[in-house]
């Protein structure tokens, strides 16, 4: 299987690619969120190492959401492009799934500022995403788990088992637990 892994929500572009049985990686250590201009060069750079083209790729996963308004878009219509170009099947991943990989029940977080979060309470196979401010996370007695960065080992746990379950999708989207300040006034 030839694999191409993206997420573009945070403020450091990860880039994953799995040929057969090798993972390559590119996760940025840029703080200044420029994914839009780096993300084709970063994956064509990981493709050369591989001694792939895109083409001969077989599937096509990115992190849906939540993160970042605009790396969502730009990691979502990236690899739909790839996809659509090489016939690449397509998986979503969610930022908060992956943080919450082997536990049966907790809490995944993700801040998004002004003492708000995103959150996933997974409770044995049970999935329930909302938005929660700080002051309202004491009520909740689950484990909570923090995203600080992006973890390759879990994110690529999940891809492997959405593709064993042909969990595949016809057209990534943008996964948004709330609006955002832009569409809140349309």
């Known amino acids: 299987m030839n694999a191409l892994i993206v997420d573009a929500t945070s403020s450091k572009l990860a880039v994953v690619l799995i040929k057969d049985a090798l993972i390559f990686s590119s996760i940025g250590s840029q703080k200044a969120k420029r994914h839009a201009s780096e993300i ?16 001969e ?4 996963a990115t992190i849906t959401g939540p993160g970042s308004f605009t790396g969502i878009r730009v990691g ?7 996809a659509h170009a090489s016939k690449a099947k ?11 990989y082997g ?10 500022n002004n003492d708000n979060y995103y959150a996933l309470e997974k409770n044995y196979g049970t999935y329930n995403y ?3 401010s700080k002051s309202d996370l004491d009520g909740f ?17 999940v891809f492997k088992e959405k593709y064993a379950k042909n969990e595949f999708v016809d057209v990534l989207t943008p996964f948004y637990i709330k609006k955002s300040s832009a569409e809140k006034y349309e």
């Open 141 to 157: 007695k689950t484990e909570k788990h923090y995203i600080t960065e992006f973890d390759i080992d879990k994110t690529i746990k």
């Open 90 to 100: 397509r998986i979503e991943i969610t930022s908060l799934e992956s943080i919450l």
């Open 103 to 112: 536990i049966d029940s907790g809490m995944a977080l993700l801040d998004c």
């Open 40 to 55: 084709l060069c970063v994956i064509d750079d990981l493709l050369t190492q591989c001694g792939l083209h895109a083409i």
């Open 76 to 82: 979502v219509a990236t690899c739909n492009a790839i």
């Open 57 to 60: 790729l077989d599937v096509v």
């Open 130 to 132: 909302f938005a929660i």
